[in-house]
């Protein structure tokens, strides 16, 4: 268990201690300490420093070391550190940590009450405690100086954050002490530190149903139970429970709650027993029958099981939780409308609940009213940095509305925590497509469709397609897209792509065909622009001058404001190229002037967002 500190005791003790666990080897300890200094300032740069010199293995002192530098961008220990792990292009102006003279940190490690008289390092020197220590050091550093050993900088004037101070909600910002969180403080990494380590306090939930005094003779198995309950350890509390229950065979609270265990443990069958014991005791208690209702859904998300909410509403009109689960049951069954109405009653009930604001995103979500649900995304991730799903959906709504940096932080949060989950990873990877950061954005499909069957996850095909064809895989980009073609046959944006692509592979016959099919996907002014574009280029390849021609002209017709001026002027200079100089252009066309042949810029794939108006990015069938 952390180890509880007074309030006297203040962080420049605390981090005094820190740095002494440091000097004795105890890094467990040190990184106790300061996930503890963490959760009172979350933004000290010199803090994160420190911890990356406590976790356990490489990517944890990359994650500790890049929250460093976002928030102080001028710290050059960060970037010694990230350098020297890989992480940071190596920068002339960030000098590499010397090996031939003494680190300044090792002055720092001396104890609060030593007063020498003397200073210098020749006086220390001249100690024997001094010199054991400085062999101890010798060794430590020729794989500190590889690992870690810059990380320990001359220790900044560290101030006490009042993080309680009155004032208006803050703007959502992903804050970095949850973007690259550490390891848990043990010995052994297994696994990121859970979130709530970075809380100042923990989020508390909605309290149990029934608070029912205890009989003397069962108070202190009840406690133990408890203990487990906290825990999480859901054997524990079930067997204090049954020994409660005999104490109590009549408390039909004590079948609820069993029951509530073997659900939480996913054992559906065990808690639908315990919760039907639990009614036999008092039909009138509400709470099992919520409870039946989510066993049920456990063993068959697609039961019909409203009858239960019901139930349990007709015997305690006034219990949230109900609400709050119906509401999702409405959300899976795609009834947004009917789900507000409850969150609305339960938000009346439950006020400042995190989860009751992430149900209302996910719901307006569903009516396709992004602005609305981000608002409620944001203010549950206010309220509660625990819940992995606000992630998850925070990182889907900033894809919806272009703010795609952000929804890579917010989904690389998610993926460190839920690390099995395909669709985050598709999804990832589509924000990195968004970025033109196509090497992280196949990566991340990889991982996606290694976890996942391609069927579930087709339509993200057209990004792992566009991707590969912006990389120059040409082959893989046609497989990918044509799959994606046959998800959505009608999409735009897919047919533009095996325009490209087959364009690209020179197989111009069958590129002329999907051209012909594209125009009659064009909705905007800009899609026909780019239509025209292609089909000129194609027809060129084709050796069809007199279409090529016309083709462009067209284009070159077309009001400026739907192209690029990279566009408008490859489109003259292939008339330049193609058209004699006996031939006449239309008004408003460029002087047709022979050249020694096709501009060079005729054969290249113009990259995503080159029109002056953007062509809309593409966006999978929901």
């Given amino acids: 268990m952390a180890e509880q500190f007074s309030p006297e005791q203040n962080d420049e003790t605390i981090f005094q201690d820190a740095v002494e666990a440091l000097r004795r080897g105890d890094r467990a300890r ?57 992480a940071l292009n190596p920068d002339e102006t960030i000098q590499p940590f010397p090996m031939n003279r003494p680190r300044a940190w090792e002055e720092k490690l001396l104890l609060a009450n030593e007063k020498p008289k003397e200073r210098g390092l020749k006086v220390i020197a001249r100690s ?3 010199r054991l220590l400085g062999v101890v050091l010798l ?7 590889v690992i870690f050993g810059f990380i320990l900088p001359r220790r900044a004037n560290v101030r006490v954050v009042n993080t309680n101070t009155p004032g208006p909600s803050p703007t959502f910002s992903p804050t970095p002490t949850i973007f690259g969180a550490t390891a848990a403080a043990t010995s052994t990494f297994i696994g990121p530190t859970p979130l709530w380590m970075f809380l100042p306090q923990t989020y508390t939930p909605t309290p149990l149903y029934v608070n029912t005094k205890r009989a003397p003779e069962s108070r202190d198995q009840y406690r133990a ?35 509530e265990a073997y659900r939480n443990k996913g054992e559906a069958a065990n808690a639908l027993e315990a919760y039907n014991d639990a009614l036999k005791l008092d039909p009138d208690f509400g709470a099992p029958y919520l409870g039946l209702a989510r066993a049920r859904l456990m063993q068959d998300p697609n039961l019909n099981v409203e009858y ?36 609305n009653r339960a938000d009346e009930l439950l006020p400042g609940s995190p989860q009751i604001q992430l149900l209302y995103a996910k719901a307006y979500q569903a ?10 995304a944001e203010q549950s991730y206010q309220l509660d ?49 968004e970025l033109k950061n196509y090497e992280a954005s196949l990566a991340n499909f990889e991982k996606a469709y290694a976890l996942s069957s391609p069927s579930g996850l087709r339509r993200f095909n057209i990004y792992r397609g566009l991707a590969n064809l912006e990389l120059g895989n040409v082959d893989l980009a046609i497989e990918y897209l044509e799959d994606a073609y046959d998800y959505d046959e009608k999409s735009f944006d897919v047919n533009l792509g095996l325009v490209r692509a087959y364009f690209l592979n020179e197989t111009f016959g069958t590129a002329f065909l999907k051209v012909e099919a594209l125009a009659s996907y064009a909705e905007t002014d800009e899609q026909t622009a780019q239509v025209l574009y292609w089909r000129a280029l194609i027809q060129e390849k084709r050796e069809e001058s007199k279409d090529a021609t016309k083709t462009w002209q067209e284009l070159l017709e077309m009001d400026p404001s739907v192209m690029s001026e990279e566009m408008r002027s490859e489109a003259e200079q292939h008339l330049r190229t193609i058209i004699t100089p006996t031939n006449t252009l239309k008004p408003g066309t460029a002087t047709a002037t022979p050249t020694n042949g096709p501009a060079g810029a005729s054969t290249q794939t113009p990259k995503p967002g080159s029109t002056k108006t953007k062509t809309p990015s593409p966006t999978p069938t929901k």
């Fill in 385 to 433: 940095i625990t819940n992995l799903e606000t992630y998850q959906v925070l990182g889907e709504l900033y894809i919806e509305e272009g703010q795609y940096q952000r929804a890579v932080e917010s989904l690389e949060v998610f993926v460190v925590y839920e690390d099995e989950n395909a669709v985050a990873f598709a999804t990832l990877g589509q924000a990195y497509f």
């Fill in 308 to 343: 239960l909410f019901d139930e349990a509403l007709a015997r305690d009109p006034n219990y949230g939780e109900v609400y709050i689960e119906r509401a999702r049951y409405f959300l899976y069954n795609k009834d947004p409308e009917a789900a507000i109405v409850d969150l």
């Fill in 128 to 130: 024997p405690v001094a």
């Fill in 225 to 259: 139970a408890e203990q487990a309950f906290a825990k999480g350890d859901w054997d524990a509390y079930i067997q204090s429970m049954e020994l409660v229950q005999q104490l109590e065979p009549n408390s039909a609270d004590i079948n609820y709650y069993i029951g």
């Fill in 139 to 145: 060794g430590a550093a020729l794989v500190a100086v």
């Fill in 30 to 86: 040190a990184k106790e300490l300061f996930t503890l200094l963490l959760k009172t300032d979350q933004n000290n740069s010199t803090y994160w420093v420190w911890m990356s010199a406590s976790v356990d293995n490489t990517k944890e002192r990359i994650y500790c070391l890049q929250t460093a530098l976002k928030l102080d961008p001028e710290n050059g220990t960060a970037k010694r550190g990230l350098i020297l792990l890989g």
């Fill in 367 to 376: 009516l396709d009213d992004n602005t609305s649900a981000l608002k409620y």
